[in-house]
């Protein structure tokens, strides 16, 4: 329930409404709590893939600290595309944008090891996939009827099945562990286990900022621990500069078709997921339908946010949904709210020493937090899944699509005699498997049972 000192009902649900900074700015900094770990781990995940280090002996680990930076600063930019916007751009809500988990299985293959793409061809991908989501703005509408829940659940049910096995490689201490005898361990284990346990405690059984923020003090308690444990270095942060501006064009340009192709699909799959929680906000907040100038605006701020974010090495940014139901519960449409938020994103976004914290954090910590958000993107997938209708053609849907793309995701050396290009975007699983599911659904007839 919304506290009546900020304002009327009627207040409360206009999005142009300024509650008193008192309260405001409380507000604010608890929509950053609440999506503050999602933003950073896919920087951390990605800058780990591409060899940048956890810990403060890798040579480019301050690579991995410009990612985080980057997550948090061009986080707070596209936030303020959405709520103050400009010309079409922008829904004027209080909507949150953030690094999104969706793009992770194109991007890890993209850059790990002898990647295809490597970071500059990944940030460029990133920057056009962007500029293409920005146009998806101006049709949104007329796409959304080939991507119903039966193609939507599936696409983010094959997202967090392809993220899951990365929890379990973290937890148990990373993968350039594997195949010696600490990975695995006990010790690696049991810091994983407290955040998990110091999470689930406070989800259930606190209250208010506390259980908005669970995630991010169970990795606080997971940090604390590995420091008793002596696995935490400070001497990063050190050495950390207190403030820096954004590079241009950080890690070079490169031109890569498949990271490109793939940046393009999964902007279609961010611009409905954007719909859903504009959607949702409205519903939430103010007990109203979406108009169609927020729908566009949002995803004209999806798009520009994402390109944005690549020309300085950021990744992909898209709404958060977590933040949607914050709405919902505080019951504060005040898209100024949130304004105030991405204030303070932008500012930690600043302060590479802020970066350096949260980049020392062992991979074991960062384990235990993300076992629990990709398994509620798996659950979110299968949740969205309970509003179809499971007659003989969508199940036949969902099978084969499901087959082929956990299918090629286990068995990628399946499709070793493709072409390089076409061999990341399918053995990813997750294109093949919603590319299938899109053209069978706009084929098959439907079942009148």
């Known amino acids: 329930m919304a506290d009546n000192t900020m304002g009327t009902p009627e207040q409360l649900s206009d999005p142009d409404y300024t509650p008193p900074l008192a309260k405001a700015v409380p507000l604010g900094i608890q929509h950053v709590l609440a ?11 990605v800058a780990g893939a591409a060899g940048f280090g956890f810990g403060s002996n890798s040579p480019d680990f301050p690579n991995m600290i410009y990612m985080i930076q980057m997550s948090m600063l061009l986080a707070g930019v596209a936030t303020l595309f959405q709520t103050i916007g400009f010309g079409p751009v922008g829904a004027r809500l209080p909507i949150v944008q953030g690094t999104s988990f969706a ?5 890890i293959p993209a850059v790990a090891g002898a990647g295809v ?3 500059a061809g990944l940030m460029t991908g990133v920057v056009i996939g962007g ?3 920005f146009f998806i703005g101006f049709f949104i509408g007329r796409i ?3 991507l119903p829940p039966l193609v939507t659940g599936l696409i983010v049910l094959m997202i967090g099945l392809a993220l899951i096995k990365v929890g379990i490689e973290y937890a148990a201490g990373g993968v ?5 005898p600490e990975f695995g361990s006990l010790e690696n284990w049991s810091v994983a286990l407290v955040v998990i346990a110091v999470t689930l405690l406070l989800k259930f059984f606190a209250r208010g900022m506390l259980s908005v923020a669970a995630v991010l003090l169970g990795l606080v308690a997971g940090y604390l621990y590995a420091m008793l444990l002596g696995k935490v270095s400070f001497s990063a942060v050190g050495n950390a500069a207190w403030f820096t501006l954004p590079e241009p064009f950080k890690f070079g340009w490169e031109i890569n078709w498949a990271i490109i192709i793939g940046m393009c699909f999964m902007g279609v799959v961010s611009a409905i997921e954007t719909v859903g929680d504009v959607s949702g906000i409205t519903k939430g907040g103010a007990g109203r339908e979406a108009t169609n100038r927020e729908i566009s605006g949002a995803t004209f701020a999806d798009g520009l946010g994402t390109a944005v974010a690549g020309l300085f090495g950021g990744l992909p940014n898209t709404s958060f949904s977590q933040n949607v139901g914050l709405v919902s519960m505080t019951g504060v449409m005040s898209r100024h709210v949130v304004t105030l938020g991405a204030l303070f994103l932008i500012l930690c976004g600043l302060v590479p020493k802020f970066g350096a914290v949260v980049a020392s954090m062992p991979i074991t910590v960062l384990g235990g937090g993300v076992i629990i958000m990709f398994g509620m993107v798996t659950a979110a997938g299968v949740s969205m899944l309970a509003d179809v209708k499971w007659n003989r053609r969508n199940m036949v849907i969902f099978a084969i699509s499901l087959s082929v793309g956990l299918g090629l995701q286990l068995a990628p050396e399946a499709l070793q005699h493709l072409p390089a290009t076409l061999k990341v975007l399918m053995t990813s699983g997750l294109l093949p498997a919603a590319a299938i599911a899109i053209s069978l659904n706009l084929l098959l007839p439907q079942e009148l049972d």
């Open 176 to 180: 350039p562990l594997k195949g010696k």
């Open 117 to 119: 793409a490597g970071m």
């Open 131 to 133: 500029v293409f989501h």
């Open 35 to 45: 999506m503050f770990v999602s933003n950073v781990t896919p920087a951390i995940i």
């Open 144 to 146: 959304r009827h080939a």
């Open 103 to 107: 793009f992770i299985p194109i991007m």
